[in-house]
């Protein structure tokens, strides 16, 4: 965190760092360190999960300590009321405020604008932790915690690199805004609709927009220039009236499950080729230049092999494994509703199942298109049955991907930062997720971006022993 926080000053000072500046800054970070690890373990102790509607309180009080702390530096400080959620019950509860603030408004300055969250995934000791996920705890220079990662240390490396500039009456090089929101781990909900309120007051005089919302791929600093986007779908298959025993009635009808797993099989071929019309025809062409790029990336596929649990992946070579991941399309079946899922035997034959699956995307789909196409393709596999039964799809996310051009002075300025403090060529990386709110930013404010990782790649995002490194 302390080197990343030194970081994070070279790249809004920039070229423009005097080298007595760094020095002083370098100095004043370090013999503060144990301050900011303090005020990690304050932020970290918040159960602020914004998933859990009975933990609000605590969200809000995250929220508001997020605005004391900018306040307390001296920073314009606004709490943006972004309106009401609405729970599956029917009920409404006021969603999180955002956090908004600002440093400087010299209009012969550039204006960064800091994007981060300061909600968590739930955390229970029982999941599984080695330490209390609520209480931060350092161990060989790693500091245990539930959003130690994701993304609150991030967002106080920020926060602290603007303090570090007042302590030490260095003039900021630019003007620095922060937006701060507490409902990012379950979809960012209101925040669209806000950063599009607010795009010609907050916005207006922003130059670049940076997001920390990542991590590195290796132990090689990283910066981030692309994610995948995601459409999520639903296929029905509607059948009896009513769930059926086999015994008495199979055999006899035409089942709903068997029609959805058939349907199902025809969108990917076992060797990962998918098998929806157009869909492949769509994506980008690797270029020679991103090949090369790949080729030059520190991963270590044994070591991918080994983090999560496989005898063999996909592709055998680096540069397809990590094309596979980060900029070409797949499908993922993650469930099927209204099946028999609990132990046991029950010879059911359920009336109605709905399979949930998504397809990540990559330039140039168009999720519109993706939609129709995979609707189409479902429609006419479901046709060939010939059966009685009726099949419904619907597409209930069309998130596009997000991709940056990496000549763009942002990214210049990012590598130097990187080989300044780290002594490194950063690598240049894609997220195979979906970060929508980098796609929202730049449709809707048409501002340059930057994904600039702060977490480490074995930090262990939304999984058991969260840390963040010292
Ligand atoms: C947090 O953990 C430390 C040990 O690392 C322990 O001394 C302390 O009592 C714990 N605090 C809470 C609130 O559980
Ligand atoms: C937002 O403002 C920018 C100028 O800062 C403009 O280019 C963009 O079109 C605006 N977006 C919308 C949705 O009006």
Same mark, same amino acid.
């Given at each position: 965190?302390?080197?990343?926080?030194?970081?994070?000053?070279?790249?809004?000072?920039?070229?423009?760092?005097?080298?007595?500046?760094?020095?002083?800054?370098?100095?004043?970070?370090?013999?503060?360190?144990?301050?900011?690890?303090?005020?990690?373990?304050?932020?970290?102790?918040?159960?602020?999960?914004?998933?859990?509607?009975?933990?609000?309180?605590?969200?809000?009080?995250?929220?508001?300590?997020?605005?004391?702390?900018?306040?307390?530096?001296?920073?314009?400080?606004?709490?943006?009321?972004?309106?009401?959620?609405?729970?599956?019950?029917?009920?409404?509860?006021?969603?999180?405020?955002?956090?908004?603030?600002?440093?400087?408004?010299?209009?012969?300055?550039?204006?960064?604008?800091?994007?981060?969250?300061?909600?968590?995934?739930?955390?229970?000791?029982?999941?599984?932790?080695?330490?209390?996920?609520?209480?931060?705890?350092?161990?060989?220079?790693?500091?245990?915690?539930?959003?130690?990662?994701?993304?609150?240390?991030?967002?106080?490396?920020?926060?602290?690199?603007?303090?570090?500039?007042?302590?030490?009456?260095?003039?900021?090089?630019?003007?620095?805004?922060?937006?701060?929101?507490?409902?990012?781990?379950?979809?960012?909900?209101?925040?669209?609709?806000?950063?599009?309120?607010?795009?010609?007051?907050?916005?207006?005089?922003?130059?670049?927009?940076?997001?920390?919302?990542?991590?590195?791929?290796?132990?090689?600093?990283?910066?981030?220039?692309?994610?995948?986007?995601?459409?999520?779908?639903?296929?029905?298959?509607?059948?009896?009236?009513?769930?059926?025993?086999?015994?008495?009635?199979?055999?006899?009808?035409?089942?709903?499950?068997?029609?959805?797993?058939? =349907?199902?099989?025809?969108? /990917?071929?076992?060797?990962?080729?998918?098998? +929806? $019309?157009?869909?492949?025809? #769509? *994506?980008?062409?690797?270029?020679?230049?991103?090949?090369?790029?790949?080729?030059?990336?520190?991963?270590?596929?044994?070591?991918?092999?080994?983090?999560?649990?496989?005898?063999?992946?996909?592709?055998?070579?680096?540069?397809?494994?990590?094309?596979?991941?980060?900029?070409?399309?797949?499908?993922?079946?993650?469930?099927?509703?209204?099946?028999?899922?609990?132990?046991?035997?029950?010879?059911? =034959?359920?009336?109605?199942? /709905?399979?949930?699956?998504?397809?990540?995307? +990559? $330039?140039?789909?168009?999720? #519109? *298109?993706?939609?129709?196409?995979?609707?189409?393709?479902?429609?006419?596999?479901?046709?060939?049955?010939?059966?009685?039964?009726?099949?419904?799809?619907?597409?209930?996310?069309?998130?596009?991907?997000?991709?940056?051009?990496?000549?763009?002075?942002?990214?210049?300025?990012?590598?130097?930062?990187?080989?300044?403090?780290?002594?490194?060529?950063?690598?240049?990386?894609?997220?195979?997720?979906? =970060?929508?709110?980098?796609?929202?930013?730049?449709?809707?404010?048409?501002?340059?971006?930057?994904?600039?990782?702060?977490?480490?790649?074995?930090?262990?995002?939304?999984?058991?022993?969260?840390?963040?490194?010292?």
């Amino acid at each position: 965190m302390i080197r990343v926080l030194l970081f994070a000053s070279m790249l809004i000072l920039g070229s423009r760092a005097l080298n007595f500046q760094l020095d002083e800054l370098t100095k004043y970070i370090d013999s503060h360190q144990e301050e900011y690890v303090e005020t990690l373990r304050e932020w970290v102790a918040v159960e602020s999960d914004s998933s859990d509607v009975l933990k609000r309180a605590e969200l809000d009080r995250m929220m508001d300590m997020t605005a004391e702390k900018m306040r307390k530096m001296g920073g314009k400080v606004e709490m943006v009321d972004i309106g009401l959620q609405e729970l599956p019950s029917g009920k409404t509860i006021p969603l999180p405020k955002v956090v908004t603030a600002q440093f400087g408004s010299d209009p012969g300055k550039h204006t960064v604008c800091i994007y981060g969250h300061v909600d968590v995934q739930p955390a229970k000791k029982e999941d599984g932790w080695a330490t209390e996920p609520y209480n931060l705890t350092d161990i060989n220079g790693n500091l245990y915690g539930r959003g130690a990662s994701d993304n609150k240390a991030p967002v106080l490396a920020w926060i602290h690199t603007v303090e570090a500039y007042q302590a030490l009456d260095i003039d900021l090089p630019v003007n620095v805004k922060f937006i701060i929101e507490g409902m990012e781990e379950t979809g960012s909900n209101g925040l669209d609709a806000m950063i599009v309120s607010r795009n010609d007051t907050f916005f207006s005089d922003v130059d670049y927009i940076i997001i920390s919302d990542c991590g590195w791929l290796s132990r090689r600093p990283a910066l981030t220039y692309g994610t995948r986007g995601n459409c999520y779908f639903f296929a029905e298959v509607e059948g009896p009236k009513q769930d059926l025993h086999s015994g008495v009635y199979g055999g006899t009808v035409i089942e709903p499950m068997t029609d959805l797993i058939g =349907i199902l099989d025809t969108l /990917i071929s076992p060797s990962g080729e998918i098998l +929806v $019309p157009g869909i492949r025809e #769509a *994506v980008a062409p690797l270029s020679d230049e991103e090949w090369k790029m790949y080729q030059d990336i520190e991963f270590d596929m044994e070591n991918y092999k080994n983090k999560i649990g496989v005898s063999r992946l996909m592709y055998s070579n680096k540069v397809e494994l990590l094309a596979h991941r980060w900029r070409y399309p797949t499908v993922s079946i993650h469930g099927i509703e209204g099946a028999f899922s609990a132990p046991g035997s029950k010879t059911v =034959i359920p009336a109605k199942v /709905i399979a949930k699956f998504s397809i990540r995307q +990559v $330039p140039d789909m168009d999720p #519109a *298109v993706v939609e129709k196409q995979v609707t189409d393709h479902l429609k006419a596999a479901f046709a060939k049955r010939k059966s009685p039964n009726k099949l419904k799809v619907t597409m209930i996310i069309g998130a596009k991907p997000w991709l940056a051009d990496t000549g763009h002075p942002l990214y210049k300025a990012g590598r130097e930062a990187v080989k300044e403090v780290f002594k490194v060529e950063p690598d240049m990386i894609r997220e195979g997720g979906t =970060i929508p709110i980098a796609r929202t930013f730049q449709d809707v404010t048409k501002k340059s971006i930057i994904m600039l990782p702060i977490g480490g790649f074995d930090d262990g995002l939304h999984s058991q022993n969260e840390k963040m490194s010292r």
